[in-house]
């Protein structure tokens, strides 16, 4: 009797979203953090991603001592781009495999970030396919997540370029201010021609109003001119400054275990959207 072929089941590729803005204080880390614990909250895999060499995504999961422990003895992102040439006991290059960090948060593992994150741009000046590092890097792992979300430093230097070229979507953060939302057009434009060049697709999931301050007539004008200007690309979802976010932070849990019911509200409200804009929801 003939056997029967195996039918070989092929999991589909993960939803990969930047978090990215040219300006800092936007809120870019804790929509990363907290999207990434919502969606460890439905049952998502996720890979959270922190390419900031402030390290502020990844000191919102973990200690600075255990982050220093880790560092010393399983390396950083950092090791994945090339900054940091750790190896181990055989000699060879750190792996994502090595680097990761897992059950940071409930389904949701770290790659975490590096100070030496800080000069890699100079660090890997001459490097071919220095943008494509990280993509490379993470291809073993990749396909157990079905979410892996980027938090990116303020500017579109190499490790901006690496979280890009491996995303399906970013999201823009902007803070109700004349300097969060005066480069947006060129923020697109240049995400926009940097996909051209790479050949790879990256969707604009939308922009997303972020630590909004107490309620005045510049910052609703703002609100509305962006709301008028970009239209369906602003989400629905609104994130206001709340004590309790940083205080999330820095006792290394998401916003939700913190008992303040608007700002869990407000985040879980972004993450729906977020989800059926990726298509997961």
């Known amino acids: 009797m003939a056997k029967k072929a195996e039918t070989k089941i092929l999991k589909k590729s993960p939803a990969v979203v930047s978090c990215v803005n040219l300006k800092g204080g936007v809120g870019k880390t804790a929509i990363s953090v907290n999207f990434a614990a919502y969606c460890g909250s439905q049952n998502l895999k996720v890979l959270l991603v922190d390419l900031d060499p402030q390290t502020n995504a990844t000191f919102s999961c973990i200690s600075v001592e255990k982050w220093q422990e880790h560092a010393a003895k399983k390396g950083t992102v950092a090791n994945l781009l090339g900054a940091r040439q750790h190896t181990n006991a055989e000699g060879k290059e750190k792996s994502a495999a090595d680097v990761l960090m897992k059950d940071v948060f409930s389904n949701v593992d770290l790659l975490p970030s590096h100070l030496d994150l800080f000069t890699i741009d100079l660090d890997l000046s001459g ?10 890097a993470v291809k073993d792992i990749i396909s157990n997540y079905d979410v892996v979300v980027c938090d990116c430093p303020p500017n579109l230097t190499i490790p901006t370029q690496n979280a890009l070229a491996m995303s399906t979507h970013y999201v823009v953060p902007v803070s109700p201010d004349f300097l969060s939302s005066l480069g947006i057009a060129l923020l697109l434009s240049r995400v926009s021609k940097f996909s051209d060049e790479l050949e790879s697709p990256i969707k604009h999931a939308g922009i997303v109003m972020s630590r909004i301050g107490r309620p005045s ?8 001119s962006l709301r008028q200007t970009f239209k369906d690309a602003v989400f629905s979802a609104e994130i206001k400054e709340r004590a309790a976010v940083a205080e999330a932070a820095a006792k290394h849990v998401p916003i939700f275990d913190m008992g303040d019911a608007e700002a869990s509200r407000e985040f879980t409200s972004f993450g729906a959207e977020l989800l059926t804009k990726l298509g997961l929801k």
């Open 127 to 136: 490097a071919a396919a220095r943008e494509t590092r990280l993509r490379r």
């Open 217 to 224: 007539f510049f910052r609703a004008q703002t609100i509305e």
